[in-house]
């Protein structure tokens, strides 16, 4: 299993070495990009390989479903805040305006929290793997608060990123903000524990037409998430619905 974690942050990649070897080259062509710095961001997509537009992809498709539902999108397990910040594109572009469409992500920053046997052994993860660079929430902050300052309405702050443990923090969070109506969640703890206890504080927030994104349902690496998910919710009252376009991800429309 060694061969499939990342060096520094003991994350899980399931590339094969051919596949790892083309995207070092990538990297490195990135890297050595002869494009003027004016024009970088424009030609972001000469980067994008079909695995990295897959999830764009399916993240557009999961933003039109909520388009006429109100409440606000949670990430559960932010890491490096791609999908935070692809979110925060989507609603520049469908609902500008939409100041409820608050965006809350948590996350220790710190990698997993609260392994435990229901994780199952394929993983060989631990606590503290996955973790991110120092200091990462604040510059995953600055990233947020540019994209927000790029679309209208930007005065008013429309993001939160929310550090600690999350069986102690989503709690407290929906103690704190008793108006919350989670339209959108995105479970991607990857482990049974803050699954569990992040499913269980939300559903009293959630309502017909919710969404709910899984990034491991069904996945023996990590068996945690499916087996909060069937301690919380009657999965045989659940339709879980996937795209063509990606492998792992599903959702379900409550
Ligand atoms: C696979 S990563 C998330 C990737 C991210 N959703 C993305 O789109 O790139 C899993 C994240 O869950 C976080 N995590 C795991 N256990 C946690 C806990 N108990 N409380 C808060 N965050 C936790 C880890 O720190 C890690 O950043």
Redesign the pocket.
């Known amino acids: 299993m060694a061969d499939i974690k990342t060096q520094k942050h003991d ?1 899980i990649v399931l590339s094969s070495q051919s596949e790892k070897d083309l995207q070092l080259k990538f990297i490195e062509m990135l890297k050595q990009a002869p494009l003027p710095e004016d024009e970088l961001l424009a030609n972001l997509g000469l980067f994008l390989s079909s695995k990295s537009l897959s ?1 764009i992809l399916f993240f557009y498709e999961i933003y039109r479903k909520i388009i006429n539902t109100h409440g606000v999108v949670m ?10 910040s692809l979110l925060s594109a989507l609603r520049g572009i469908f609902e500008p305006f939409n100041r409820h469409r608050k965006i809350i992500g ?10 435990s046997d229901k994780d199952g052994k394929l993983c060989k993860t631990t606590d503290g ?4 660079s120092e200091n990462y929430q604040q510059y995953l902050g600055e990233i947020l608060a540019l994209q927000e300052a790029l679309n209208p309405i930007s005065h008013l702050k429309k993001f939160e990123l929310v550090q ?4 102690e ?1 989503v709690p407290a969070y929906l103690k704190r903000q008793p108006e919350t109506l989670v339209s959108l969640a ?1 479970f ?4 049974y ?2 699954t569990k206890v992040a499913l269980e504080a939300i559903k009293p927030h959630l309502f017909k037409g919710s969404v709910l994104v899984f ?1 491991e349902l069904a996945d023996d690496i990590f068996p945690g998430e499916t087996i909060a998910l069937r301690e919380v919710f009657d999965v045989t009252n659940l339709k879980v619905e996937r795209m063509p376009m990606t492998a792992r991800v599903s959702y379900v429309v409550l």
């Open positions: 994350a999830r990430e559960f397990g932010v890491r490096w805040g791609q999908t935070l948590f996350d220790t920053f710190a990698g997993f929290k609260g392994m793997s996955f973790s991110v600690g443990d999350a069986t923090t995105i991607d703890f990857d482990i524990q803050p990034d």
